[in-house]
């Protein structure tokens, strides 16, 4: 079955190249522009210093006293907490990153980055503020609270998931550690964070664009309702399918949990970014996609609680 849907997929996209060229550039293009004036220039930097920062051992030395708050508050270790405020404060897919890069120089265990990808991976901030409320809904005051629904309904799934990936802080050999921090050398951490920063990106460049020539083939498949199409682009890629579903000028009580929800899923392209960012480990892609699937459960419904409590008190 598998070898079926491959060998069907890539006629489809065979076909559609052939028959549709101008299109399929157009769509390529898009993607890439998405991903060399977004992703490149925003993730890069950050891909590089984390790397270096994990290498050098200076992260464990700073969240070490905050050691009591991550694991009262989230259940996780200092590192775990890094990753965490690595994948709110960079976007997609830092969070599915950080935890394969943590879980990979023995800064956290299996079990934690397993728990750590249900709740890590988040749209960035200013995707949630500049494009979704402003760009898009074309309404200012809903970015602190799409903030709140979005990080709340990530909390909550973390509470859902913390008693399935139970884990002892303590369980990493202490040999791993000390090998980990003996080893470093700022020419190799800085030469390694910059292979493996520019694999990656391009890695996220090649799933953009292939994905932006989906969206093209969904936009043309016929006797699909425009309701229907849109929510299927959304359900692809959230950038350009936010964007559709926005034109549809649906009302408020509608569009912005939905539009929420889309967001915090992710979308197909960045579970296949997830997944190439965990390729090089034994972690499986399973505790994202449940965890995605509860966030935007949580994130839909709280969204719609949030529109039922506006009208009420306006």
């Known amino acids: 079955m598998k070898r079926i849907f491959f060998c ?4 489809c996209f065979l076909l559609y190249l052939l028959f549709f060229p101008e299109t399929a550039v157009a769509c390529a293009r898009a993607g890439l522009m998405l991903w060399f004036n977004t992703l490149l220039p925003s993730m890069l930097p950050f891909m590089i210093l984390s790397g270096i920062f ?5 992260i464990e030395k ?3 006293l905050t050691k009591g708050f991550w ?4 259940h996780l270790t200092p590192m775990g907490g890094y990753g965490l405020l690595i994948g709110i404060f960079c976007g997609y897919p830092m969070g599915a990153k950080t935890a394969a890069d943590l879980y990979q120089d023995h800064r956290i265990s299996r079990q934690e980055a397993c728990y750590l990808l249900t709740f890590s991976n988040h749209p960035g901030p200013a995707f949630l503020s500049s494009y979704l409320c402003v760009e898009l809904l074309h309404r200012e ?15 909550f799934t973390s509470l859902l998931f913390r008693r399935c990936y139970s884990f002892d802080e303590n369980s990493l050999p202490e040999f791993k550690r000390k090998e980990a921090s003996a080893a470093f050398s700022w020419g190799e951490a800085l030469d390694a ?7 990656s990106i391009t890695k996220l460049g090649g799933y953009i664009i292939l994905f932006s020539l989906i969206q093209g083939i969904l936009e043309l498949l016929p006797g699909l309702p425009a309701d229907l199409k849109c929510l299927l682009l959304g359900f692809t890629e959230i950038t350009t399918g936010t964007m559709a579903i926005a034109q549809r000028n649906w009302n408020l009580p509608v569009s912005f949990p939905l539009l929420l929800a889309l967001t915090a899923s992710g979308g197909l392209c960045i579970a296949f970014q997830s997944k190439s960012m965990l390729a090089e480990t034994d972690l499986p892609l399973s505790p994202y996609l449940k965890g995605k699937s509860c966030s935007s459960l949580f994130t839909l419904l709280l969204g719609r609680l949030f529109i039922e409590i506006v009208k009420i008190v306006v």
């Open 8 to 11: 069907l997929s890539f006629s």
């Open 54 to 58: 994990m290498k050098a051992g200076f």
């Open 62 to 64: 700073l969240l070490a």
């Open 71 to 74: 694991k009262s508050v989230f």
């Open 141 to 155: 005051w809903l970015i602190l609270p799409a903030y709140g629904i979005l990080y709340l309904s990530s909390f």
């Open 193 to 199: 964070s910059i292979m493996n920063s520019f694999l």
